[in-house]
């Protein structure tokens, strides 16, 4: 599986994932940033008048933490989860499919409310 590529705007932490794009603007969900067009604007720096900021003020941005969407845990490339058998310095990407939040996917209740709470409940926060 391909890593994702994500690009973070350097002057206001914006983040462009082509997980979802920009379809509001016209550009569809999995669009690579290298192919979004060449007037691409920040949409928030376009927006609350800091300038005209184009492809040129991204960098490549790598996501070292998650957090769940259901419960708040954020789980810590840093930290990992060694009782869990995920050392130190393990990337998200390279938990395993059936990784559970240790949180909430541990409590039926909430596995009965929203189905299993895995991988795709976690989405990458920025770490400033």
Same mark, same amino acid.
């Given at each position: ?20 794009? +920009?379809?509001? $603007? !016209?550009?569809?969900?999995? #669009? %690579?940033? &290298? =192919?979004? /067009?060449?007037? *691409? @604007? ?38 990992? +989860?060694?009782? $869990? !058998?995920?050392?130190?310095? #393990? %990337?998200? &990407? =390279?938990? /395993?499919?059936? *990784? @559970? ?28």
């Amino acid at each position: 599986m391909e890593k994702v590529k994500r690009y973070r705007c350097k002057y206001c932490n914006y983040i462009y994932s082509p997980m979802r794009g +920009e379809p509001h $603007r !016209g550009i569809p969900a999995g #669009t %690579a940033f &290298e =192919d979004v /067009p060449e007037d *691409y @604007v920040c949409p928030v720096c376009g927006a609350t008048g800091k300038g005209q900021i184009g492809k040129w003020g991204f960098e490549l941005w790598e996501p070292t933490k998650y957090v769940c969407k259901i419960c708040g845990y954020v789980y810590d490339k840093k930290r990992g +989860e060694p009782l $869990r !058998g995920y050392p130190k310095g #393990t %990337a998200f &990407e =390279d938990l /395993p499919e059936d *990784y @559970v939040c240790p949180v909430c996917g541990m409590d039926p209740q909430i596995s009965k409310f929203h189905g299993p709470v895995g991988k795709s409940q976690f989405e990458p926060i920025l770490d400033v």
